[in-house]
């Protein structure tokens, strides 16, 4: 029998489970304030021995356990190696700000979407996460960052996979994350960031959360697109920005772009103008990202000094751009370097 993810439920969805194991009434809110802590089901300790037993059988209370953590001696973020109940690797990050701690989240083992820079899709998509395991990563850090004082205060969906390729566990993760009896963490402080399913983001959309959208563009037309992404041959651009421009009048908050910048491909200022007119009147903000080289794929960033023209280009076109800062560059930060290398040093032993 496959045991129940208790993270995975929504409070009425608890007290519908606890209620034939145990008829108190308050036992739900009692689990509900272990689980939000991370708590295993043996640390539940103003439960009856006896419910905690039964629960041992039936559920689990964390998926995701934090089993190595690497920190940056470059700056604060810190990289997480996580375990799931079924063996499973993912990976996330922390970065430290004074203004709160941001939290890089997965939502898939491993991704199906191809990209041709990124390390997390090389060997394809292994499963889905479920809302339990996505919300039992904030757990797990919130649990690991409590010594120092600190807690997750802002959650990025882009560690690896598509978050919109697993939408109804990705959206079920969003209200959990914001219920007042779990995280309590507002969506406005949440971003997704997503290759551009525009079916998906039609629907979310439509969801009424208030989440940033982020879109990874990564190109100023379809045909450069296509070089880095597969998806680009299933939607064309102009479909994405129409979905991105359906999402700022639904829901009143302006999208991000991000453009990862890769030598030789999509860097020229003749891309930055292309890439300024297609956006013109788009209440948007675009990312600039020079390309976290990935040791298997022979991508490259450009010079310094081309990003900072390219930036430039954009700002004389009026659109709003920053470069995003690189971190943890010697902690492997970039989306799935690190479990890679784990996973390739487990099959060498
Ligand atoms: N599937 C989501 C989340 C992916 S990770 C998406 O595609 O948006 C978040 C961002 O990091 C994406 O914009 C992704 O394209 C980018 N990214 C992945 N690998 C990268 C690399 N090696 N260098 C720079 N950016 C990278």
């Known amino acids: 029998m496959e045991r129940t993810q208790l993270l995975s439920l929504t409070q009425a969805e608890l007290a519908d489970f606890l209620r034939p194991l145990d008829k108190a009434a308050f036992r739900a809110k009692q689990v509900g304030e272990w689980l939000s802590r991370g708590a295993s089901i043996e640390e539940m300790t103003n439960l ?184 680009a041959n299933a939607y064309a651009m102009g479909d994405v920005l129409a979905a991105a421009r359906e999402y700022v009048e639904k829901t009143g908050r302006r999208v991000i772009f991000e453009y990862a910048l890769v030598k030789g491909v999509n860097c020229e200022l003749r891309h930055a103008d292309e890439l300024a007119a297609r956006l013109r009147g788009l209440r948007c903000h675009v990312n600039l990202i020079p390309l976290n080289a990935v040791r298997e794929r022979d991508l490259t960033p450009p010079a310094r000094g081309d990003v900072e023209a390219f930036l430039r280009r954009l700002e004389a076109r009026h659109i709003s751009a920053t470069v995003r800062r690189e971190m943890g560059a010697d902690i492997e930060g970039a989306c799935g370097q690190l479990r890679r290398r784990v996973l390739q040093n487990r099959h060498q032993e």
Request: net charge positive.
């Open 48 to 231: 009856p021995a006896a419910l905690r037993a039964r629960l041992a059988e039936c559920a689990v209370a964390n998926p995701v356990t934090i089993r190595e953590s690497f920190r940056s001696r470059l700056d604060d973020t810190e990289k997480l190696l996580y375990e799931l109940a079924d063996g499973n690797l993912i990976e996330g990050v922390v970065m430290r700000y004074h203004y709160g701690d941001t939290l890089c989240l997965s939502t898939q083992v491993g991704c199906r979407m191809g990209c041709r820079f990124c390390a997390s899709t090389l060997e394809g998509r292994v499963r889905d996460l479920s809302a339990g395991e996505m919300l039992g990563q904030v757990a797990a850090v919130n649990r690991y960052l409590e010594p120092e004082g600190r807690r997750v205060h802002n959650i990025v969906l882009m560690g690896s996979g598509e978050p919109l390729d697993n939408y109804d566990n990705t959206v079920k993760f969003l209200r959990l994350v914001n219920a007042p009896e779990r995280m309590n963490i507002s969506l406005r402080n949440v971003s997704l960031s997503t290759c551009g399913l525009v079916p998906q983001m039609r629907a979310f959309a439509r969801e009424g959360l208030p989440v940033t959208l982020s879109i990874s563009l990564h190109a100023p037309n379809d045909e450069v697109r296509k070089k880095l992404m597969p998806i």
